[in-house]
């Protein structure tokens, strides 16, 4: 069962292979995936991120917000 967001910056090379290795390993299927597209404004707005802010990783986890 998926339980965590990973948010990640669709434009950055190094957050697309990330995202490759962690598809590649997600065994469990726990990981919902995200770009930061326009879509995905008013989600961060509810854990009140700034989308400038969304220039790498979060990882958002029981309602904890991780940065990377």
């Not at 434009?11 to 598809?23: G, H, K, M, Q, S």
């Not at 995936?33 to 986890?61: A, G, M, R, Y």
């Amino acid at each position: 069962m998926k339980n965590k967001l990973i948010l990640y910056d669709g434009d950055c090379i190094i957050c697309n292979r990330f995202i490759d290795f962690v598809i590649k390993n997600d065994k469990r299927n726990d990981y919902y995936i995200i770009d930061n597209s326009k879509e995905t404004i008013s989600f961060l707005h509810k854990f009140n991120i700034q989308v400038k802010d969304v220039d790498s990783i979060i990882v958002i986890d029981d309602n904890r917000v991780l940065y990377y």
